[in-house]
């Protein structure tokens, strides 16, 4: 089983519609981050969490908000979905050293 | 603020040849520092990390990394590339475990046969 699981593995979405990216992780960490990369600049963090009751806006978090349900679930949301929010998201967990990485969710907003 | 700079956004190097991926860090404090590599279609996968000590740390399929805190540069290194080494590579940073991980724009290694 992978250390950390994303769903779904690929969206397509219509603008505005509300739609919910889920995360688990299984290697016990606390740190749960989620990140989006677009071609030519890099990933960017949208939000991170320190433990179910730490949750911290990143760089770019206008437009999504998350939920740490447990410490192994980290979900984001994206209320009204608008077309630039087409992207790949990667969910992250990280111990005291490096980050575990999920497959990837590609999302296009049409 | 913390920021992770990669100032090439592609590398070019022949198979056989060693090659080198730049980057560049601003870190309050002691860096934890990190590469990265994602392959197509592929999540991002460990590489090597430098938390303390030995400012040369070796990872995964021969990369190596050199910490320079004079320089804030961490640069990855191989001795000979592969046609297989071709990929997008991340550098990453931290201020120490409770920190956000801040990720450089990528640079897309391209190794010719």
């Known amino acids: 089983d992978a250390d950390v699981t994303q769903t779904p593995r690929n969206r397509i979405t219509k603008t505005g519609k509300r739609i919910m990216l889920e995360c688990s992780q299984t290697?016990?960490?606390?740190?749960m981050y989620w990140y989006r990369q677009d071609p030519g600049l890099g990933l960017r963090l949208i939000y991170y969490s320190f433990d179910v009751k730490d949750i911290n806006k990143g760089e770019i978090s206008d437009g999504y908000s998350v939920s740490r349900q447990a410490q192994a679930k980290f979900s984001l949301s994206l209320e009204s979905a608008i077309p630039n929010q087409t992207a790949l998201y990667f969910c992250?967990?990280?111990?005291?050293?490096?980050?575990?990485f999920g497959q990837g969710t590609r999302l296009t907003v049409v | 603020a913390q920021s992770v700079a990669q100032p090439e956004d592609q590398v070019n190097v022949a198979e056989g040849n060693p090659l080198t991926v730049k980057c560049t860090y601003s870190v309050s404090g002691n860096p934890y520092l990190f590469w990265y590599v994602q392959y197509p279609n592929r999540g991002l996968q460990f590489l090597l990390k430098?938390?303390?000590?030995?400012?040369l740390v070796k990872g995964s399929y021969g990369f190596e990394a050199e910490f320079n805190k004079s320089q804030t540069s961490f640069h990855l290194k191989k001795p000979s590339a592969l046609v297989s080494d071709s990929a997008l590579y991340f550098c990453a940073a931290t201020a120490g475990g409770y920190n956000k991980l801040i990720f450089g724009a990528g640079t897309r290694l391209a190794v010719h046969p």
């Open positions: 430098y938390i303390t000590g030995d400012n």
């Open positions: 992250a967990t990280r111990g005291i050293t490096e980050a575990f």
């Open positions: 290697k016990g960490h606390d740190r």
